[in-house]
């Protein structure tokens, strides 16, 4: 079985602070980890992900992720907010051969 | 490319009406997907197709039927609509089944189901 939890279903930020989104993962096998970002009214797409290679990934836009497998965590970070960053972020996990599992999403709000 | 398209991109439906949502991909992948997304609850899996002429249940699979119509195209019907249905519909693509692959997403189609 795998699962993903995120903590915190809104998170507010001020311009220029820094951005923390949590994730932490449960799986039975080694994971593969996403985050994905959905801009309103839009599809999700892809941020970054990790599969086993190293452990800080970088993604698009300036973000990164760090695999702690010790606190089963997968954190996403930024270290200065933009408003084109307000935003829904989506952890997700894979196992091997089953099936990607979502969390149930974080909204950011950037504020002026 | 234009990606994974899907269509309509926003439905009405009286109860018990039927309706079939639309999706193609134009990138050449073996994996199609069938997600509905609800405030607070994520994205949840309806059906997959891990290529063409296959098709699996996934999370919440009730109510719902699929067709793999060939590699570029997944439908997914509903027969009788239910207010419970009232969603939003993602289909998504991907180049394989390892779960490592990047899924990529439709715009979504918005049902509201009275």
């Known amino acids: 079985a795998q699962s993903v939890t995120q903590l915190g279903s809104h998170v507010s930020v001020s311009e220029g602070a820094l951005v923390l989104l949590r994730c932490n993962y449960s799986?039975?096998?080694?994971?593969?980890l996403f985050w994905y970002v959905q801009y309103p009214n839009q599809g999700l797409q892809l941020l970054l992900k990790y599969t086993s290679a190293a452990t800080l990934v970088k993604g698009i836009n300036g973000f990164e992720a760090e695999f702690k497998k010790s606190e089963t965590s997968f954190h996403l970070t930024k270290p200065s907010a933009h408003m084109s960053d307000a935003a829904e972020y989506f952890c997700?996990?894979?196992?091997?051969?089953?099936?990607?599992?979502f969390g149930t999403g974080t909204k950011l709000q950037v504020i002026p | 490319n234009a990606g994974v398209t899907q269509t309509p991109k926003f439905q009405v439906l009286k109860t018990g009406q039927s309706m079939t949502l639309q999706c193609a991909q134009d990138m050449n992948h073996n994996s199609m997907y069938w997600y509905r997304q609800d405030p607070g609850m994520g994205l949840r899996l309806i059906y997959y197709?891990?290529?063409?002429?296959?098709?699996d249940k996934g999370e919440v699979p009730n109510g719902y039927n699929v067709s793999r119509l060939n590699k570029r195209e997944f439908s997914l019907r509903l027969e009788s609509a239910a207010p419970s249905q009232t969603s939003v519909y993602f289909c998504a693509s991907s180049d394989g089944q390892g779960g490592q692959e990047t899924q990529y997403f439709g715009p979504g189609t918005r049902l509201l189901v009275l």
């Open positions: 799986s039975s096998v080694p994971p593969y």
């Open positions: 997700a996990v894979s196992g091997g051969y089953q099936k990607v599992t």
């Open positions: 197709s891990a290529s063409e002429g296959t098709t």
